[in-house]
């Protein structure tokens, strides 16, 4: 560290750090090494500001930068109108067979400033019929893992597919009609820029993660999309079907609650 050139590149490398800090939680995700020798580091140009603190899930560190200049300009007043634009092109798409079956599109719901988004996989019938996501049986099991188990409002939280449109019996979506659906989701997410993103099941982690390692080997650690910390759990729909693994994902949400600092309501510890 007593060479004035490294020194300087590595100061070069924490302005860096903090001009591509997540937009609202100011963070970015680094290794324990290089956040132990930008933590010793004053903010560049700045020789008396004070180091950054450290936290996040246990095998990764998070550099929590300064806040935000109050003065500047930010996109969360942009994010809702630039999502309802978002929902109106989702609405009228063609680009897959789905479109002639459907009722209706369906993009989302929740707050467009969420800490966290719950990705699916496509609407069912009742999704169809309403125009909402996670809406059937396995929706209610869903708003109670959200209300009951975390003690949040469904409100609270921002739900979501990969695929807009149902498709027919409820079938499986073809790898083309992900294909053609998915820049849909990531404009949504790049648009939310949540803190965790929850996959729901083996159609939104494979198409998140791009794998096709199965949800069992995929939930119980940490990953990430876009510098976005990800968990994968099991789907409402599956957990309907197999109730013996609703302890499984309980503990998948006790972990986002952890790393959200989000208390686990009376009475619902393991």
């Known amino acids: 560290m007593s060479n004035p050139l490294y020194r300087e590149i590595l100061q070069d490398i924490r302005a860096l750090v903090e001009s591509a ?65 978002l929902e109106k092109t989702v609405a009228m798409c063609t680009k897959c067979e789905l479109h002639e079956t459907r009722t209706q599109t369906v993009f989302a719901d929740g707050d467009p400033t969420a800490r966290i988004v719950f990705v699916g996989e496509a609407p069912g019938a009742e999704e169809d019929r309403q125009g909402v996501p996670f809406v059937g049986r396995a929706g209610q099991l869903l708003t109670d893992i959200i209300t009951k188990g975390m003690g949040l409002r469904r409100e609270e939280v921002y739900i979501c597919n990969v695929i807009k449109c149902r498709p027919p019996n409820n079938r ?5 009609e992900i294909e ?32 096709t390692v199965a949800v069992g080997k995929l939930r119980g650690q940490w990953h990430e999309y876009c510098g976005i910390p990800l968990r ?35 009475g619902k510890g393991s």
């Open 232 to 266: 994968v759990t099991y789907h409402p729909s599956y957990l309907l079907r197999n109730p013996a693994d609703k302890r499984k994902t309980w503990e998948d949400i006790q972990l986002i609650m952890e790393y959200l600092g989000i208390p686990i309501p009376h």
């Open 172 to 176: 499986d979506p073809k790898p083309a």
């Open 21 to 85: 800090a997540h937009p609202r939680r100011r963070t970015i995700r680094l290794s324990p090494e290089v956040a132990a020798k930008l933590e010793a580091l004053p903010s560049a140009g700045t020789a008396a500001a004070g180091a950054g603190t450290y936290s996040g899930p246990a095998e990764t560190q998070v550099m929590s930068t300064p806040a935000p200049d109050p003065g500047a300009t930010s996109d969360s007043g942009a994010r809702g109108p630039a999502l309802d634009a």
């Open 180 to 211: 053609q659906c998915e820049p849909y989701l990531v404009e949504q997410l790049r648009l939310i820029q949540p803190e965790v993103i929850c996959a729901l099941g083996a159609h939104a982690a494979r198409t998140l993660l791009r794998t």
